[in-house]
């Protein structure tokens, strides 16, 4: 399958890349400096030349406190630049596969957000990417929207990648307790596109907004303690006491939301696709860490 992948240089990417590779599919990979999404002549010639058969958009501006003081950048790459992208699929009749974030949702639910459930964004960031998902569906009839969270990998900046150099360099850390979450794997999420990209290539594929995380729900604190035995058996000397805190004794500039759990069940059934347990993942990711 030709694929046309934006945000090639992020956790997703990297982690689609090798896995699409290993698959057997042709990724065209995008980085940003290979095209300014925001460019419709650029990205439309891009189309042309390369004749995707799918296109896979994990390109985001990610930087959750900068985008509170940033936000017109913010909705240039979560939101304009998708919607010229979902324009070219539209005129290309290429499926779109777009992925979004736990952080359209306000936080202040207290069971699992379904993907049909009222969204409330709380951050400019969450905003940006609500506005992101709004033009996939105004400009494009053939989409999925993935929503996902907490991701982590051996690739980029990430709080297993920040607890690693924390932990083996700290003798005491602190770490937020009040906000739940799940973890998502970016190599556990890459190889759910592909599997999607599978249903879409024998027409099996039923289009519209899912969630994607490991099946592991947690908070931030204990994900930490989690990390800390993982790098431990992944060989790791760590001696750091880590103790819990609240979201009040840690401020930011873009609120977290305190619950955002997806609910990932209409995914499961949709595509057949049980949730990834998190351990393994996250065994994965400690020893690579270690390894380097």
Not at 96 to 113: C, E, K, N, R, W
Not at 124 to 140: C, D, I, N, P
């Amino acid at each position: 399958m030709k694929i046309l992948l934006t945000g090639a240089t992020g956790q997703l990417g990297q982690s689609f890349i090798a896995r699409a590779a290993e698959a057997g599919h042709q990724v065209t990979a995008l980085a940003r400096s290979d095209c300014d999404l925001s460019q419709p002549a650029a990205l439309s010639k891009i189309f042309d030349q390369e004749q995707p058969e799918l296109v896979v958009n994990a390109a985001a501006y990610t930087a959750v406190d900068k985008a509170e003081s940033d936000a017109n950048t913010a909705f240039a790459v979560n939101a304009q630049a998708v919607a010229q992208l979902a324009a070219l699929c539209q005129k290309h009749q290429c499926p779109l596969i777009h992925v979004s974030t736990d952080y359209v949702f306000d936080g202040a639910a207290t069971t699992p957000y379904q993907p049909a459930d009222k969204t409330g964004p709380a951050s400019v960031y969450g905003a940006s990417k609500l506005a992101g998902e709004q033009a996939v569906r105004q400009h494009t009839e053939a989409y999925l929207i993935i929503r996902t969270s907490w991701v982590f990998s051996e690739y980029g900046q990430n709080f297993v990648k920040t607890m690693h150099r924390l932990l083996t360099s700290r003798d005491q850390l602190s770490v937020v307790s009040d906000q739940l979450g799940r973890p998502t794997y970016a190599g556990d999420l890459a190889d759910f596109i592909l599997h999607a990209a599978g249903m879409i290539a024998t027409g099996r594929c039923r289009w519209g907004t899912y969630h994607f995380s490991n099946a592991t729900t947690l908070n931030w604190y204990q994900f930490a303690l989690m990390i800390k035995d993982a790098l431990i058996e992944a060989g790791c000397r760590i001696d750091t006491t880590v103790s819990p805190i609240t979201t009040a004794d840690y401020p930011t500039p873009a609120r977290r939301p305190a619950f955002s759990v997806l609910d990932c069940q209409s995914t499961e059934q949709a595509f057949d696709y049980p949730m990834p347990p998190l351990a393994p993942a996250l065994a994965t990711v400690c020893k690579l860490l270690n390894d380097y």
